[in-house]
């Protein structure tokens, strides 16, 4: 079987904040190039919709540059690149007043400037916000922006199962049409990666369904490195039972996290004094991975309340008052109003720590480059790295700005030095990707496994070794489990036959590449003798900059992932101790 | 959490197997926190894998779940089962739309809609970046923000009794999208919007019956934006009578 083989000259794989932000940097390098977006939903759809709290960004006088660096380092306990990081900020101003020029709603002060607030880890208010809907706000600008660029392309609901590789560059990519069950193939001279993290490969997370890794699992099945994997972010609060995230904008408008007994804890562990109002970098503005582990400390403690999804502390928001709660956190209460059936306004919400965010990720420079040429990545699928062990919040909505116009930019530039994109060698990789989509997935025949069991089992492991606190031999069950379940997964029943939206097969292909994802997640903690940032061992629990202060990239081989190490740069900030 | 068990009567049609759309029921037990798509979702990961529908956020902002439940377009993610039960819950795909399978339907023709509405910022002239930011007052912003709360979910259009009848008006949620950046005070673009957002018969006929701003699951009251585009172009009719020399 033979495929069409369409022809462009950059393809952005994910159109989310990252993945429309590159697009259209590559649309406004040239009009005569052209950029297909492909997404396996439509881009409206894609999970930056979710994000609340603000993106941070330099824009007031009382600020500058090397204190949104510095928050930024402290904050990553030190494994961020400072390099990178100093790029970061330095553009982050530029990209939000873009932002605001493509028309974001963003919250206004009285004199029509930009509103900004308080983030945890940020020791001054430099968070743009629009309402506790930023995310949202961001990506229907982004999208509609996007709309009057006639040389973007979009491909939408295509599922990307393989990077296609030839003589040592990414030259194309197989997609699943979700409408016709075809395999189609896209050639283009560069490809930048912007589908997001993987929160899906643990039971309890604020991501979305969608976000299943696809992206990092294609680098690394082409064979590039995945950085840093083992850091996982725990958001302290996100709703009992389901992990909807309660924004970081409720406690930095004030409110308070309270245990059982009615009292603010995090006092209890260094981050006091207690304030009525918010203190920047202070109890309920200190940065999550602690707060995540207080939790778990108060849970230990017995000070947690125990309902039918398990322990949960009160975010209380009561004192706040309906008028700055409807102004600022409309979100929150439509959220709380609508999931958990009480108002926040009257009574404080159930919350407790649930995955969210991936600090790892494919393996970039400061350009969005990765080892493969051709290949570019963004977002939180990339690892440039700025988010080190622990990510400080509002800084991932400007990452997503910052690098994919980077990574879009650099992409484009690369593609059009190197004139017409060839397809001729893609035919046979091409014909190789459909045998394997068919015999593994598309006409299987046969298989036992259920799709939801194995995704199910991976989830509660990944949990139970690679969560707040993770051990050697908790770890090491894990490795063993995911192994299994590797194996398990060759032998899948797949009931669904029919080649119009089948969303059974894209589940199991999710399931394929969440596998790997877990893997590297695992694999990295085990080897991470030492705590550091969201990586937390009770076996190993300080840091060790002697020995750790370097990025993990895992590489894939037949039996798992191999583990090499590089080098942190640092520039002007020597690694002390974090201390809030 | 105690559990009883409720009937989903869900629509099923796979193109290549069925002619017509046929209904499949399923008993689900449920707690008392799940939603219509927990429901589905149990379906699809234990009893019948090749169910398909669009969901992702679960948390009623990403647009992707809309589904007619007992007849009224709802985020399937944001109602209650027990808010149903006993009595059964018939699922169905979205009205007004062609069906692609299942619960899925064909929403392609919204995408180019949102397109013709122009909805990004066109200004006379653009101020460079590093002059910063447009000013724009809590009060200006308040004009059109609730314009901007749009999620796409599209059970605007499923209500719509005008797109009902003929798939080709531009519908609620787009002429709400475009008349946003009407209302916005850093675009001078409403000119360009004029003819798609007034010139359809689609808003002639549209009555003031606002089922769209009925089912709107954001408050966007698209309804209100179609007035408001009525009376502009009326207005604007009544000046290029008066003044045939002084319009856009």
């Not at chain 1, 939903?41 to 994000?51: E, F, G």
């Not at chain 1, 932002?99 to 004199?111: F, M, T, V």
């Not at chain 1, 080098?567 to 690694?575: A, N, S």
Request: charge should be negative.
């Amino acid at each position: 079987m033979s495929h069409e083989i369409s022809e462009h000259d950059v393809i952005v794989i994910g159109a989310g904040g990252a993945g429309l932000r590159a697009a259209i940097a590559a649309a406004e390098l040239s009009p005569k190039l052209s950029i297909a977006v492909v997404s396996k939903v439509y881009p409206m759809r894609s999970h930056t919709v979710s994000a609340e709290g603000g993106a941070a960004a330099v824009t007031r006088e009382y600020d500058n540059l090397d204190a949104h660096a510095r928050d930024t380092i402290f904050g990553a306990d030190f494994l961020a690149d400072q390099d990178a990081v100093e790029a970061f900020v330095a553009e982050a101003p530029h990209e939000l007043i873009q932002l605001e020029h493509w028309g974001c709603p963003w919250s206004r002060d009285a004199d029509g400037r930009i509103s900004v607030r308080s983030f945890g880890g940020m020791s001054v208010k430099r968070t743009l916000f629009a309402a506790d809907k930023t995310g949202f706000h961001m990506l229907h600008a982004l999208f509609q922006t996007s709309l009057k660029y006639d040389h973007i392309v979009r491909y939408d609901e295509c599922f990307v199962t393989s990077l296609l590789v030839e003589d040592g560059r990414a030259r194309g990519i197989t997609n699943v049409n979700l409408y016709t069950g075809e395999v189609m193939v896209l050639a283009a001279n560069a490809i930048v990666l912007c589908t997001g993290g993987g929160g899906r490969v643990f039971p309890f997370t604020t991501n979305a369904a969608i976000k299943t890794g696809d992206g990092m699992a294609l680098a690394y099945r082409a064979g590039v490195p995945l950085k840093d994997m083992e850091f996982v972010q725990y958001h302290p609060t996100g709703l009992p039972g389901t992990g909807i995230l309660i924004t970081e904008a409720s406690r930095s408008e004030g409110g308070w996290l309270k245990n059982k007994d009615g009292h603010r804890y995090l006092q209890d562990y260094g981050l006091g004094p207690p304030t009525d109002t918010p203190t920047q970098r202070k109890m309920e503005l200190g940065p999550r991975d602690i707060l995540s582990r207080c939790h778990m400390q108060e849970y230990q403690k017995g000070h947690t309340f125990e309902g039918p999804h398990g322990h949960y502390v009160h975010l209380d928001l009561r004192h706040l008052g309906q008028e700055l709660i409807d102004r600022k956190l409309p979100f929150v209460r439509e959220l709380v109003r609508n999931y958990v059936g009480i108002d926040p306004v009257y009574e404080p919400i159930p919350v407790r720590p649930v995955v969210h965010y991936m600090m790892g990720g494919v393996h970039t420079d400061m350009d969005g480059k990765t080892p493969l040429e051709g290949l570019y990545a963004a977002g939180e699928t990339a690892c440039v790295s700025i988010n080190g062990a622990n990510r400080l919040g509002s800084n991932s909505l400007t990452e997503c700005l910052v690098f994919g116009a980077r990574a879009g930019r650099n992409a484009a530039e690369y593609a059009s030095g190197m004139g017409t994109p060839t397809s001729n060698p893609l035919a046979a990789l091409a014909r190789d990707e459909q045998h394997r989509l068919d015999s593994q997935f598309f006409k299987k025949e046969g298989g036992s496994e259920r799709i939801a069991a194995i995704r199910t089992e991976m989830q509660h492991a990944m949990e139970e070794g690679a969560g707040i606190y993770r051990d050697a031999s908790s770890m090491g069950a894990t490795c063993e489990k995911l192994r299994e379940l590797r194996e398990r997964f060759s032998r899948i029943r797949l009931e669904d036959s029919s080649e119009v939206f089948n969303t059974e097969r894209i589940s199991a292909l999710e399931l394929d590449f969440m596998l790997d994802v877990a893997d590297t997640i695992a694999n990295g903690a085990l080897l991470r003798k030492e705590s550091r940032g969201s990586h937390t061992r009770t076996d190993f629990p300080s840091r060790d900059d002697e020995n750790f202060l370097k990025h993990t990239l895992a590489y894939r081989t037949d039996e798992g992932p191999r583990l090499d190490y590089a080098p942190v740069k640092i520039t002007r900030w020597q690694p002390e101790e974090r201390k809030y | 959490m105690s559990e009883r068990t409720i009937t989903l009567d869900v629509t099923r049609y796979r193109p290549h197997q069925e002619a017509v759309p046929t209904v499949q029921s399923y008993a689900i037990p449920f707690p008392d926190d799940w939603v219509v798509l927990d429901a589905l979702n149990h379906i699809k990961d234990q009893v019948d894998g090749s169910l398909s529908y669009r969901w992702s956020c679960r948390m009623g902002v990403c647009g992707s779940c809309g589904m007619m439940v007992n007849g009224e377009p709802k985020l399937s993610c944001a109602v209650f089962l027990r808010d149903y039960f006993p009595r059964a819950i018939r699922v169905e795909p979205l009205s007004n739309f062609p069906v692609i399978r299942d619960l899925v339907i064909d929403m392609s023709g919204f995408l180019d809609k949102l397109k013709s509405v122009k909805p990004w910022i066109i200004r006379e002239q653009e101020k460079p970046l590093s002059e910063g930011e447009y000013l724009q007052s809590p009060r200006e912003l308040d004009a059109y923000q609730h314009f901007s709360q749009c999620i796409n979910c599209m059970l605007c259009y499923a209500a719509c009794p005008v797109f009902g009848l003929d798939s080709g008006f531009v519908g609620p949620a787009a002429i709400a999208l475009g008349y946003r950046y009407n209302l916005d005070s850093r675009d001078h673009g409403t000119a360009e919007r004029r003819e798609v957002l007034g010139d359809h018969e689609g808003i002639w006929q549209c009555t003031f019956v606002g089922e769209c701003s009925v089912v709107c699951p954001k408050h966007v009251d698209p309804a209100a934006a179609i007035q408001r585009v009525k009376v502009d172009t009326a207005k604007d009719w009544i000046l290029s009578l008066v003044m045939p020399w002084g319009q856009r």
